[in-house]
């Protein structure tokens, strides 16, 4: 049993160090390759945010106009606000994840990673990533660095520390995913959401939201993705923000809401499983 026991523990640890930040960074000797280095903090924007604003609107909009249940949502808004969505005349509502490939050429599904016991991963399975694409974001609850999150750290391989100490809570299981549904359903205005809960079940009805499950690179296999910090604007449409997979942990944050995507440094073809560096040194 002991014996068992300790099987199942390696084998959980092989899978757990690819996200396990002091594995890597004991290993960053080893593993050169996976780092990604940029001369100063201003320069660990890969694109401007104005296109990373454009390209989430565009396709939340199209999910808006494909989703027959939103609509009825947004009829008690402004009639300016609901021309916007009124455009789509088919009766058919499609899968998120089509909307995604018409709008933005490709679509991302999770699958078993093509690293050794590296566990789940994502995947381009239908279009290709032109370079410079917002190609996934990574959801959760976001806390400020004042704020506690010692008890849903433990043992939880899916917490993203952002450049200036921010965290964001990717966890889809457990006090994570409780602590999130309760934000979440606390930051609503009347009955239009401020934030998406779907990326907590199996049909995400953001089709980005899949960020947390992108597997770190290897000196084998390159980085084809990484994390840009992406503070969401004033002028983002408050229709849209159902869409957003991130939510303050405090109620009373000043801050902009932070999200965390994923934006593609090459062309992706279909079939490659993304890769990003989880160490970013900042000279």
Known sequence: MIRAALKTIGVKWK??????????????????????????????????DGEVSASLVNLFTALVKNDKTKQEVLSLLHTSVQSVYSQNTSKTQTEPVRVMLDMLGFCIERGPSSLTLAGTGVFVTEGSVPKGATVAMYPGTVYQVYEPILIQSVANPFVFRCIDGVLIDGNDKGISKIVYRSCSGRDRMGPLALSDVSWLTDSPENPLALGQYVNNCSNEKAANVCYQEFDVPEDFPLELHQYLPNVNYSHDTKRPLR????????????????FSNYYTIVH
């Open 259 to 274: 999200c965390v995507v994923l934006v593609s440094l090459r062309d992706i073809h279909c079939g490659e499983e993304l």
């Open 15 to 48: 899978s757990y160090r690819h996200r396990f930040v002091p594995w890597i960074a004991v290993n960053l000797k080893k593993n050169e390759r996976t780092l990604r280095q940029v001369t100063a903090r201003s320069e660990d924007k890969t694109v401007p």
